[in-house]
Every structure is written in C-alpha cells, then in structure tokens.
C-alpha cells in the first residue's frame, strides 16, 4: 500500500522531479555542444587534409613534370646543344630535383613519427659545417629571389678560436630537417632581395640557433597555429606561397625528439625569428653513422679525440 504524502512531502517530491529534469536536459545539452564541437573539429580535419592532398600533389607534380621535360629535352638535343646550354637545363633539373626530395624527406619523416618507428641516432656533428651546407645548398634559391643569408657563429673567445666548440652530440639528420625546413621557410617568406640572418652560439652546454627572416611576418593569432598539421596560413588555390602545411609541425615533433626547445617571434610585415635551444643527447654515440654532408664525428667513448 502507497504512502500517503502530506502535501509539502508532495510539493517537495515534484520539486525533486523537477530538478531532475533539468538537470536531465542540462546534461543532455551539454553532450549535444560536445558532440557539436568534435564534429566541428572533425569537418575542419576532413578539410585540412583535403587541402593538404591538392597542395602536396602540386608539390610533386610540378617539380616531376619539370624534371621529365628538362630531361626529355636534354636527351633529345644533346647533340645539338652547347656547353651554357647543357650546363643551364642540368641546373635546373638539380634545381627541381631538390625540391622533391626536399618535400618526400619531409612526407618520408611524417610517415615515421605517425608510425611512432622513429629512433635517434647519436652523432658528434660539427654544427658549422651542417649549417653551412644546409645554406649552401639553398644557394640557387636564395640568388633567384635576391636573398642574401648571412651565418654568424658566436664563439666564446673571439681572439683565440676553438674549432672544437660547436662539436656537439645530436641526431645529424633529424637536426638536418629540422633547419631545412626553417631556412626554407625563412627564404619562401622574405622579401625580394631580403636578408636572412642565422645565428649560432652555445651557453652552459646549451647550443642556440636563430633563424630571422625580413619578410612577410606572422600575425599573432596565427603564431601558435603554424606548428599543427596541414595548417597554412596562406592557403587556397591562389595562394602565394610554396608548400604543404607539414614542414613546421614536423620541426616541433623532431625539436622534442631531439631534447630540444623552439619558438617563435614576429611582427607582421616586419620580422620572423625562430629560435632553437638544444641540449646534448645522452648515451653511446653511434660508430657505424655516416653523413653524407660530412659533418658527422665519430669516436670511441674512451678516446673523445678530435
């Protein structure tokens, strides 16, 4: 047999119900905002990746076509052409050919870290000869556009020199990519006949590279998104720059693989600095690794001679 309820026993079982309900249709809202807010997330996702696609098939796409003429040309008219000629389709199919390896070295990587495959190699680099030949090899691409890149390196005792100073223990070829990338970048975004200026020195074991471009800058809404992927801030079928939104989120992941730190500053229109603090990799640094830059130095544990 059922209780019998006074009346404020009612009136309160109603109230009861009546919270529950909201709180009922409170929840049931909140979900629904959540589930709005991952299906956004998801859609702009889809569209990133979309954009990415069209933009990294043009990436490959122009540079292949342009290698295949250039070569087709050159086979077919080899007998015909002079020495300058010869010299100047070779140039440019090297020129094409770098940039696709450039571009596959950074999808090759992408596919590593998403793998969680990738391993560090412990190398003894000399870091001005990596520099070096990472601003030598985008010599062409710097005159084409009028970019001077100067690289100073800040020796601690500037009277008595010590080549050993920037021999430092680090993965050789993801530090590659990661200035790669950045020195790129820095060149793609200058100005016409602008300045890249490159930066090494080293402070309580710590090395510090910066890279400053005087070009277009990057507005500080967009500073924190330029590291995730596929995101451009120039994007669309008529944007002006080269490039598929992966180089710099690739660079963060390897800069933290590496036990390094980097950041960015910038003033639109002005200025952009990147600047990359590492520190020495701990462990047995590998005696079978070999550079093809040369920069690799190799030793046993036991004898650190250089």
Not at 19 to 38: F, G, H, N, P, Q
Not at 200 to 219: C, E, F, N, Q
């Amino acid at each position: 047999m059922m209780k019998k309820l006074t009346d404020d026993e009612f009136i309160e079982e109603i109230r009861k119900r009546f919270e529950d309900k909201e709180k009922a249709l409170s929840d049931i809202r909140m979900m629904t905002k959540k589930l709005e807010e991952v299906n956004a997330r998801l859609q702009e996702s889809e569209a990133l990746k979309s954009n990415f696609l069209s933009n990294i098939k043009n990436e490959l796409n122009n540079p292949m076509t342009a290698i295949m003429g250039l070569s087709a040309q050159l086979s077919a008219n080899a007998l015909t052409l002079d020495c300058a000629d010869i010299a100047s389709i070779a140039a440019l199919i090297h020129e094409e050919s770098f940039v696709m390896d450039f571009q596959l070295k950074n999808i090759f990587m992408a596919a590593e870290l998403e793998s969680g495959e990738t391993t560090l190699t412990h190398v003894m680099v000399d870091m001005v000869s990596l520099i070096s030949s990472i601003i030598d090899s985008f010599s062409k691409m710097a005159a084409k556009k009028g970019v001077t890149i100067s690289f100073s390196p800040v020796f601690a005792q500037e009277t008595e020199v010590n080549a050993n100073e920037f021999f430092f223990v680090t993965d050789s070829e993801k530090l590659q990519l990661i200035m790669t990338n950045l020195i790129s970048n820095a060149i793609e975004f200058s100005k016409e006949g602008g300045t890249i200026e490159i930066k090494l020195s080293k402070t309580d074991g710590l090395l510090h590279i910066v890279v400053k471009d005087y070009g277009i800058g990057i507005s500080n809404k967009n500073l924190r998104a330029i590291f995730d992927r596929f995101v451009q801030v120039d994007f669309g079928l008529m944007k002006a720059h080269k490039g598929h939104g992966l180089g710099l989120s690739i660079v963060r992941t390897l800069v933290d693989l590496i036990n390094g730190k980097i950041t960015v500053d910038s003033e639109i229109d002005k200025w952009t600095e990147f600047t990359l603090t590492l520190q020495e990799l701990e462990g047995q640094v590998e005696m079978d690794s070999f550079s093809s830059e040369g920069n690799d130095f190799l030793f046993d544990d036991d004898e650190q001679q250089f």
